[in-house]
């Protein structure tokens, strides 16, 4: 008796040799570097306090801070470094160099690289570095010229070498690494095509109805729809400048997107989400994406339990390969037989990433990117990721959200003369829209006749086919069960189209100048 309320009282105020410690419990606790004693990471409550207390600078350099709209909430010490500024100054942790050099962008990584050798940007990051630690960047997109020039400022790169990413984003490679996890594609064929007689050859068993697509390139660019001689000379130049194009058998699909984590512990598996893709209204683009529905029900569960099946194999594959980190899944949805299959691979934050990270699985645990920054942080963590995973495929943890992206759809181009404010702005019963307040975070719009406005193109830009104006994001659906628009989504669409105003170009040299100084547009997605 005496013993056991010995023993008792040792458990209670943790003394007493004769009490057995346990070994795991204990190696889970703490980790010892040197004479150093660091806490290790085993709880989503370890990581949000983590990075809550973070004094490292760490840094989103990009054309807009879209991508990680409210990662700041999370992360101390974060700040967005933007070629655009999409809040007129009013957002402390955006920093947008006010000196603007004429220059000619064919890329994402154009853009990144001139903010990273632009003189403000490098006084700004230079003034909150630690000695020569000047913290941790992560981009949209970056090249080995970013890497190098990161590693003159003393920049930490938080993702694999751009290398092995280049690698990853081929869709070739996508189709090998995808047989490889057990994650099938579209029957497909990987040939080199050198003429409509050699396309029809190798795939002689998809049919006569195909979808080609070369190794690199935007969708609505670099996707091809061919079911005759004609189509094919349409885009015969692309396709047989290719060393190798995937031919695809042309299936009655819905795109859907699906973004997750590859981590050191496993792979963490975001929700499945409807895409919207080539709607005339938003996009000049046949097949170009222009917004996302993040909605439970739009898939039954059996295809929402496959997505994150095929989703966890292919990060566990990606593991094997040397990529860790974040990533985002295309999937083909087969409407005629519910066959879920792979589209492509995208091995970095993508235009989805806005909702992904504002879900409510994200804000009762962590937003998804944050398993991102601690991937690449020197802490060491243990977290149960089949637990995270199980909670999050729960459709009470997914609420409803939706994305437009709003592109200029005209072939004319003006410079813009008036633009809407980013903020929140409401629908009124009549369809009409008014601005409301200012917010830069997309929680701001409380209900659905609300929605958040983050704006791209404002006065003084030029407006050209295929500008992004900006994105709307709002609580609810904007497509019907039939996934096409619905009604409040165009309502919405015509409100913000109706805020711009533009003042013609008619001297066709200065027309010229306008689009060869253009940000994205055609030539790019710098979203």
């Not at 160099?97 to 962008?105: A, H, L, Q």
């Not at 059996?302 to 974040?326: P, V």
């Not at 199980?390 to 592109?407: A, G, N």
Request: hydrophobic fraction near 35%.
């Amino acid at each position: 008796m005496l013993e056991s309320l010995k023993r008792t009282l040792c458990r209670l105020f943790g003394r007493g040799g004769s009490t057995p410690r346990h070994p795991t419990r204990d190696a889970a606790r703490n980790t010892t570097v040197g004479a150093t004693t660091m806490n290790k990471i085993t709880s989503i409550a370890d990581v949000r306090r983590h990075f809550l207390n973070n004094k490292e600078p760490i840094y989103f350099i990009s054309a807009t801070n879209f991508n990680l709209l409210g990662i700041g909430d999370w992360v101390g010490n974060f700040r967005h470094i933007n070629y655009i500024d999409c809040f007129e100054g009013q957002q402390r942790n955006v920093f947008v160099p006010k000196e603007k050099f004429p220059r000619d962008f064919e890329s994402i990584e154009d853009i990144n690289n001139y903010l990273l050798e632009h003189k403000e940007v490098i006084d700004f990051i230079q003034s909150r570095a630690d000695g020569e630690k000047a913290g941790t960047a992560a981009f949209l997109m970056f090249d080995e010229h970013t890497e190098e020039v990161c590693e003159q400022l003393g920049l930490r790169i938080a993702f694999p070498p751009a290398a092995l990413r280049q690698r990853m984003d081929n869709k070739i490679e996508t189709v090998r690494i995808g047989n490889k996890a057990g994650v099938p594609s579209v029957p497909n064929v990987l040939a080199k095509v050198g003429s409509y007689q050699e396309l029809c050859e190798v795939s002689r068993d998809l049919g006569d109805d195909l979808v080609v697509q070369t190794a690199f390139g935007d969708s609505g660019h670099t996707t091809f729809f061919i079911s005759s001689e004609e189509d094919y000379y349409k885009h015969a130049e692309e396709i047989e400048a290719e060393a190798e194009v995937k031919i695809m058998k042309r299936i009655n699909c819905r795109g859907s997107a699906i973004e997750a984590c590859a981590t050191r512990c496993g792979t963490v598996v975001g929700p499945l989400m409807t895409e919207l893709v080539g709607f005339k209204s938003l996009t000049p683009y046949k097949g170009g994406w222009c917004g996302n529905e993040m909605f439970a029900g739009a898939f039954t569960q059996e295809i929402r339990d496959k997505a994150r099946e095929y989703t966890f194999q292919f990060g566990e594959a990606l593991r094997e390969e040397g990529y860790r980190g974040y990533f985002e899944l295309d999937f083909l949805i087969d409407m005629d037989n519910g066959e879920v299959y792979l589209g492509e691979l995208n091995p970095r934050v993508t235009g989805a990433s806005s909702l992904t990270n504002v879900a409510a699985f994200a804000h009762s645990d962590i937003p998804l990117f944050l398993f991102h920054l601690l991937e690449f942080s020197d802490v060491d963590f243990e977290l149960d990721i089949d637990e995270i995973n199980e909670r999050w495929s729960h459709p009470d943890s997914v609420d409803s959200w939706s994305q437009l992206v709003i592109k200029h759809t005209d072939e004319s181009v003006d410079l813009l003369t008036a633009a809407p404010r980013t903020g929140v702005w409401r629908m009124g019963a009549d369809g009409g829209i008014a601005y409301d307040h200012y917010s830069y975070h997309p929680h701001a719009a409380e209900n659905e006749q609300e929605g958040f406005f983050l704006r791209i193109s404002g006065a003084g830009d030029f407006r050209y086919e295929g500008a992004d104006l900006g994105i709307l994001i709002t609580r609810g659906r904007l497509m019907d069960d039939d996934f096409q628009l619905n009604e409040r989504a165009k309502a919405w669409i015509e409100g913000i189209r109706g805020q711009y105003a533009g003042q013609s170009l008619q001297d066709p040299v200065v027309e010229e100048v306008a689009v060869s100084h253009a940000v994205g547009g055609g030539n790019f997605k710098i979203l």
